[in-house]
């Protein structure tokens, strides 16, 4: 009896361990075909990179005409370059106050970087036909107000002195005519002993500021001619040139 027992026990024990037991493997699973299922991976979260908030952005590409460094003359298109307005902004006309900061008596340079860059956007409004590309460089009405000793000067510059400008820019684009596309700038030249201090209470002025007429804007024509462009009058605001006459001095 007990030998029987012993035997059924023996029995089930064998049978619960083939029940457990792995299929066996081999290079193509348990059924000896190719699995198309790529064994599977620890997968780990990480966060995206991302460009700190306070990071500055990448620069921008410009268009900007820059020179050889060598004295060659540059080559400006009007239309391609009208944008460079954007970048052209004048010295602070204002103080904290919001109130016109006051003239002084310091003589401009021609070599400072507003002026350099004012006689070229002058020489792209021409060759562009845009007299907006240049307009920051035109005389300011924040300093016309103080010097000018007229009844209403802010009409006077807006009704005369721009107005005139903007004439003269579309008439100097038509003088080039088809020479326009491939004009050359050169410089500005200004007339050596013609720069002066004018007085309080000359030429209809409340200021003194510094003044130089009749200089030369040139340029080379498309076929390597030699060329220029009056520029009537100069005047100083705050230590620095500006545009008042291009052509004639109405």
Excluded at 24 to 35: D, I, L, R
Excluded at 49 to 72: H, I, L, Q, V
Excluded at 129 to 140: Q, R, T, V, Y
Aim: net charge positive; aromatic share 8%.
């Amino acid at each position: 009896m007990k030998l029987r027992v012993w035997a059924a026990l023996a029995f089930l024990a064998c049978a619960s361990a083939c029940d457990r037991a792995e299929p066996p493997k081999g290079p193509g699973g348990p059924t000896g075909v190719a699995s198309d299922t790529p064994p599977r991976r620890e997968r780990r979260l990480t966060k995206p990179t991302r460009r700190p908030t306070n990071s500055p952005p990448p620069p921008a590409s410009s268009d900007a005409s820059k020179t050889d460094g060598g004295g060659a003359p540059e080559v400006l298109d009007g239309g391609a370059d009208a944008t460079a307005a954007a970048a052209l902004v004048p010295p602070a006309l204002l103080g904290p106050d919001g109130k016109p900061l006051p003239q002084t008596d310091v003589e401009p340079t021609t070599s400072s970087p507003w002026f350099e860059a004012g006689v070229r956007a002058v020489f792209r409004a021409i060759v562009g036909d845009d007299p907006a590309i240049a307009e920051p460089f035109f005389f300011p009405l924040a300093g016309y107000q103080q010097v000018k000793d007229v009844q209403d000067p802010k009409r006077d510059w807006e009704r005369r002195l721009i107005a005139h400008f903007r004439r003269d820019v579309h008439d100097y684009h038509k003088r080039l005519g088809n020479q326009a596309a491939g004009a050359r700038f050169i410089g500005l030249e200004l007339p050596k002993g013609k720069t002066r201090w004018m007085k309080p209470h000359t030429e209809g002025n409340k200021l003194g500021y510094f003044r130089v007429t009749h200089s030369r804007l040139r340029y080379e024509t498309g076929d390597g001619k030699p060329a220029s462009l009056e520029v009537t009058s100069l005047i100083s605001w705050r230590g620095e040139w500006y545009l008042v006459h291009l052509n004639g001095f109405e």
